[in-house]
């Protein structure tokens, strides 16, 4: 983790310093504090993730990934369902979704443009994630269209519970279509280790380099593996710390709103889906950076899905344990911004490669976006 993320992590304890002093204006302090504080905490998470997957392989590192790695979204959004703040719930998952397809890959595509130029990626993997965005979107979609012919409150409810169970049933095989792919990579990878002759020519050696290159990273790791105990106090300490950051920031949201004049929707929209994915949303940009841009797209359409077929669905089944529950009925605008953000993810990614300029595109319209959301109320 970079040195200057540690002394974020500081951050992490002035919010609840803040609130036991007490003061004027201390609401405003605490959301900006526990705000910038979820960002170390994100990345610490996924570092103690990455290291535990080592010891539940795969498919426990599958799902951990899954869990922890969307804490700050789901975490948020639990104690927003406690508030009975439903408003900031639902936008902050359709902020989340467009945040990552929008801000976080087009900056990604136009900082990597801008460094070298055309970027190419995989068209077939472009394409497995546009299918999955679509049928997320669809899952979003269909319970609000449901609602403008089915008056009936209860069963809107009922029909909400049973896409977000679909939803769930349909991210948990695309979990496990991706960890059946990860061995066999895995296990082709050490066949080529073995069987790979000698080089004849140039590019032979170069394809020999990578594959030594990546047997050797296997072998360190395998004699070296991180502790258990450890990654797991990281992981506790860090869903801790998220937790405690998150319960301040959703408290400071009604004054926030009061003072600044801002809407709940606005900060839901843009506020938190951007500190929530501010990890995600770096690491997508220094991958970029460094000509990768497949896994930056990977990170940016990952977490959509994410979003959309687990975190959402989860928080409706969640909201049942709370007297005020969450149905997957959202605004017109917020769908229609979502679903120019689904049309647009394959048009970019339709002929395999990316400019800067497809970049500025995205985040241009993701700014027009949140200038829009600023004048809801």
Not at 278 to 290: C, D, K, N, T, Y
Not at 331 to 343: H, W
């Amino acid at each position: 983790m970079p040195r200057w993320l540690y002394f974020l992590l500081i951050v992490a304890v002035i919010a609840p310093l803040i609130e036991l002093i007490g003061g004027q204006q201390q609401e405003i302090a605490i959301f900006i504090c526990s705000a910038i504080s979820l960002v170390p905490l994100a990345v610490l998470i996924g570092l103690a993730t990455e290291d535990l997957e080592y010891h539940f392989g795969p498919v426990g590192g599958g799902l951990l990934n899954a869990t922890f790695g969307n804490a700050p979204e789901i975490i948020i959004g639990i104690f927003a369902l406690q508030h009975g703040l439903i408003t900031v719930v639902k936008a902050s998952i359709i902020g989340s979704i467009i945040s990552n397809m929008l801000l976080v890959l087009g900056s990604s595509l136009a900082l990597g443009g801008l460094r070298w130029g055309k970027q190419y990626f995989s068209v077939r993997d472009a394409g497995q994630y546009s299918t999955m965005m679509v049928l997320a979107v669809a899952g979003l979609l269909i319970p609000t269209i449901g609602a403008f012919v089915i008056q009936d409150s209860g069963h809107i409810q009922l029909i909400s519970n049973a896409v977000s169970l679909i939803l769930l049933l349909v991210y948990a095989m695309y979990l496990a279509l991706h960890v059946f792919h990860l061995r066999s990579k895995r296990r082709n990878l050490r066949n080529r280790a073995k069987t790979t002759p000698l080089p004849s020519s140039t590019g032979e050696q170069a394809e020999v380099d990578e594959v030594t290159r990546e047997a050797a990273l296997v072998e360190r790791e395998r004699q070296e593996p991180p502790k258990l105990w450890l990654a797991a106090l990281l992981l506790l300490a860090a869903t801790a710390g998220i937790a405690w950051n998150s319960e301040l920031l959703v408290s400071a949201i009604k004054p926030v709103t009061e003072q600044l004049g801002w809407s709940q929707v606005f900060i839901g929209l843009v506020i938190i889906p951007i500190v929530g994915n501010a990890a995600e949303h770096s690491s997508a940009v220094f991958i970029a950076l460094r000509d990768r841009v497949d896994l930056s797209m990977a990170i940016a359409a990952g977490s959509s899905i994410q979003v959309a077929t687990f975190v959402a669905p989860l928080l409706v089944l969640v909201s049942l344990l709370f007297p005020t529950q969450l149905n997957l009925v959202f605004q017109p605008l917020e769908l229609a911004v979502l679903g120019l953000s689904t049309i647009l993810f394959p048009l970019v990614t339709l002929d395999g490669e990316s400019n800067w300029l497809e970049g500025v595109q995205l985040v241009a319209v993701y700014v027009m976006a949140c200038v829009v959301f600023f004048f809801i109320t």
